[in-house]
Nanobody, 122 residues
Framework: QVQKVESGGGLVQAGGSLRLSCTASGRTFSSYAMGWFRQAPGKEREFVAAISWSGGSTYYADSVKGRFTISRDNAKNTVYLQMNNLKPEDTAVYRC???????????????WGQGTQVTVSS
């Protein structure tokens, strides 16, 4: 399984920005597409964004399209999520994972880590 550590979350006012990082195991990192997911209290886990193994293709949930940008640096075994114009409804625990493809029909290959908390105040 791919091991992951998420970081970069915090408390921010509505309209602000955060940059999340997900550092994963290096042995097979570049072999996987990677995705960001979030889960708010009382809600199911939600797909946010995905990026192909090469970084050449991306896919976003409608709720974040135009505000969030996913990227990756395989040399650093890291995938990023730049979040701009944050809204209170973005408040959630954000986690990354290896996925089979960038579309919402993907399978998840890794285990879920602790994630990083994003809190957007109004």
């Amino acid at each position: 399984q791919v091991q992951k550590v998420e970081s970069g979350g915090g408390l921010v006012q509505a309209g602000g920005s955060l940059r999340l990082s997900c550092t994963a195991s290096g042995r097979t990192f570049s072999s996987y597409a990677m995705g960001w997911f979030r889960q708010a209290p009382g809600k199911e886990r939600e797909f946010v964004a995905a990026i192909s193994w090469s970084g050449g293709s991306t896919y976003y949930a409608d709720s974040v399209k135009g505000r969030f940008t996913i990227s990756r640096d395989n040399a650093k075994n890291t995938v990023y999520l730049q979040m701009n114009n944050l809204k209170p409804e973005d408040t959630a625990v954000y986690r990354c994972n290896a996925i089979s493809g960038i579309t919402p029909t993907h399978s998840i290959f890794g285990s879920w880590g602790q994630g990083t908390q994003v809190t957007v105040s109004s």
